[in-house]
DNA sequence: CTGAAAGCGCTAACAT
DNA sequence: ATGTTAGCGCTTTCAG
């Protein structure tokens, strides 16, 4: 074939805008280029930001991600046979993962590439990860600095990953800072779970004067709970919340928060993830079966950050 | 074969746990049984929830949903390539339509089926909408009720088809009450664009004494301007938000909104395409060219209702 | 180094 | 009725 047929045969190609049949290829190549990601309920706004990073980097290394929303676990089983066992998929993010899960001893039995992000399973090697006691950190050292000494943290479900390594934090730094680590309440990651907590908080130890909590929806829980007990914030009470949101700014006061960085979470699931699929030998790098973080695990570079707005201030004298 | 064998093999198969390969029954049936559907960026959260109802119905349905963030225009084409020239799906649900948007064009051309969910396309004969003039009767007539008649309305981005929409029912409502709808100030659907359409109303026209906002965003944004200026909603300033979301509840104060049956509406769309896919003859039910609701086009029954909550009031004597 | 052919797993049309 | 076969569009291997 002269070099001239073929320019004229890719040029033509161009020109009507041919695409190769994703189904054919993938029939023939057993490899379909897309990637599954199963997120808990997308209310929570912290995943749409994770999963807009996972989207923008799947489509920037010619992968399609296909997102799922895990809204009940039972329907774990039926959401797994259509993604996972017709085929569709050659690796899955799961950002939903619970201890007990039956969806993780599924994937290691199946032997489909995967990778673990934001709530980790210990010992899987497959954890992608924030990192969020520096994320605790930065909020309680705001509030240290504002001079509060009677912290309080309410906490997300501690069967779920992230909320216990904040919990972890939050008393490992009280310990260096020589103070009680007690004021802390459990609850969902919403704005119920919020409101509730900051309630049992100021009902348990009224000389509270800062709470922490596990996520920005709960911050408008506890802003709310606050003012329902008429306590002003910040001048009674200063309120810091895990991960920030757009809305947060526009809160009755805005809420201080953290900034997580949940973009490049979502990006670096997806290279995980791609990186296991494209792996030579292996069906997804095996996992140590060691407690704590194994071999695979990954911490994003990118450290939380403070973003002060108007629900933080100095600790009032009670 | 002897039904005794026929049983033997349906058994194994269950237990095997076999599914037919997806790609290889797409590239037969030249069907892929995969639904795309084309959002506007999720922090909206409006979106989240007609995603929710069309990843229901459509796995209900034995399709697969394919979700892709529409989040800038100039990656239209490259969307439309990825999913529907490499023959991915079989069908596309719009929601993130504008006029002039280059992926209209590039649908009715190519003859994919495909329908227009929340934001219409005029004439299209595609699209599935709400009522959303009855979501702002119910909300006028609310505010009516509660003795307000300088009512000024934050509205979206006229480009919007249901900001315009919305935009026209609040002028007709006024007409009808024999009141000058002029109050109206444009806005982007966000907590910010509701913040400064709520200042740029209060500077216009002082004696306004309630806001209705086109989006819960809005409502968010302009109690967040109340606040700034100092005055008390709604003691001295009612607002009320379209579109409900479990957050309005926990807003200081809590939001009074119009709950808009936007499950239903992911739902219906779906179902929409199906059934265009499904037609016999045509790849989509032709559109006829005329202006307004054309034959196709598809309105919601559940209603929008009222949530009253706490940041609507009487109005004040000013 | 170019060109033909086999086959991925399934289903629809065919021959028994 | 049951069983056989061709072929969807692509890629990879093998023959020329």
Same mark, same amino acid.
């Given at each position: 074939?002269?070099?001239?047929?073929?320019?004229?045969?890719?040029?033509?190609?161009?020109?009507?805008?041919?695409?190769?049949?994703?189904?054919?290829?993938?029939?023939?190549?057993?490899?379909?280029?897309?990637?599954?990601?199963?997120?808990?309920?997308?209310?929570?706004?912290?995943?749409?930001?994770?999963?807009?990073?996972?989207?923008?980097?799947?489509?920037?290394?010619?992968?399609?991600?296909?997102?799922?929303?895990?809204?009940?676990?039972?329907?774990?089983?039926?959401?797994?046979?259509?993604?996972?066992?017709?085929?569709?998929?050659?690796?899955?993010?799961?950002?939903?993962?619970?201890?007990?899960?039956?969806?993780?001893?599924?994937?290691?039995?199946?032997?489909?590439?995967?990778?673990?992000?934001?709530?980790?399973?210990?010992?899987?090697?497959?954890?992608?990860?924030?990192?969020?006691?520096?994320?605790?950190?930065?909020?309680?050292?705001?509030?240290?600095?504002?001079?509060?000494?009677?912290?309080?943290?309410?906490?997300?479900?501690?069967?779920?990953?992230?909320?216990?390594?904040?919990?972890?934090?939050?008393?490992?730094?009280?310990?260096?800072?020589?103070?009680?680590?007690?004021?802390?309440?459990?609850?969902?990651?919403?704005?119920?779970?919020?409101?509730?907590?900051?309630?049992?908080?100021?009902?348990?130890?009224?000389?509270?004067?800062? @709470?922490?909590?596990? !996520?920005?929806?709960?911050?408008?829980?506890?802003?709310?709970?606050?003012?329902?007990?008429?306590?002003?914030?910040?001048?009674?009470?200063?309120?810091?919340?895990?991960?920030?949101?757009?809305?947060?700014?526009?809160?009755?006061?805005?809420?201080? !928060?953290?900034?997580?960085?949940?973009?490049?979470?979502?990006?670096?699931?997806?290279?995980?993830? @791609?990186?296991?699929?494209?792996?030579?030998?292996?069906?997804?790098?095996?996992?140590?079966?060691?407690?704590?973080?194994?071999?695979?695990?990954?911490?994003?570079?990118?450290?939380?950050?403070?973003?002060?707005?108007?629900?933080?201030?100095?600790?009032?004298?009670?």
């Amino acid at each position: 074939m002269r070099p001239e047929l073929r320019e004229r045969v890719i040029t033509a190609a161009r020109e009507l805008g041919y695409r190769p049949h994703a189904a054919a290829r993938a029939l023939r190549r057993s490899q379909t280029s897309v990637l599954g990601m199963l997120v808990p309920p997308l209310l929570n706004p912290v995943y749409t930001l994770i999963v807009r990073g996972a989207f923008r980097r799947a489509s920037q290394r010619d992968f399609t991600l296909l997102l799922a929303e895990d809204i009940e676990e039972q329907h774990a089983e039926e959401t797994f046979a259509q993604l996972v066992l017709t085929g569709r998929i050659d690796g899955l993010i799961v950002a939903s993962a619970r201890p007990g899960h039956p969806l993780i001893a599924r994937l290691a039995e199946h032997g489909l590439p995967h990778v673990f992000a934001n709530r980790a399973v210990a010992g899987s090697g497959r954890n992608v990860m924030m990192d969020d006691e520096h994320g605790v950190d930065v909020a309680l050292d705001h509030l240290y600095a504002l001079g509060h000494r009677a912290i309080a943290h309410a906490g997300g479900p501690s069967d779920l990953d992230p909320a216990r390594r904040r919990t972890d934090a939050f008393r490992r730094w009280h310990e260096r800072h020589g103070l009680e680590p007690s004021r802390v309440v459990e609850g969902d990651f919403l704005e119920s779970g919020g409101s509730e907590a900051a309630l049992e908080i100021l009902r348990r130890w009224p000389d509270t004067t800062a @709470i922490y909590t596990s !996520s920005a929806s709960q911050g408008i829980g506890a802003i709310h709970a606050a003012w329902t007990l008429g306590l002003a914030v910040p001048a009674r009470l200063s309120i810091i919340g895990a991960a920030d949101m757009p809305l947060a700014a526009y809160l009755v006061p805005p809420l201080t !928060s953290v900034e997580m960085p949940l973009f490049e979470l979502g990006v670096a699931a997806v290279d995980a993830l @791609i990186s296991q699929i494209e792996a030579p030998g292996a069906p997804g790098a095996p996992a140590s079966p060691t407690d704590g973080p194994a071999a695979g695990d990954l911490v994003i570079e990118t450290r939380p950050t403070l973003v002060a707005r108007g629900s933080t201030g100095p600790a009032p004298r009670l």
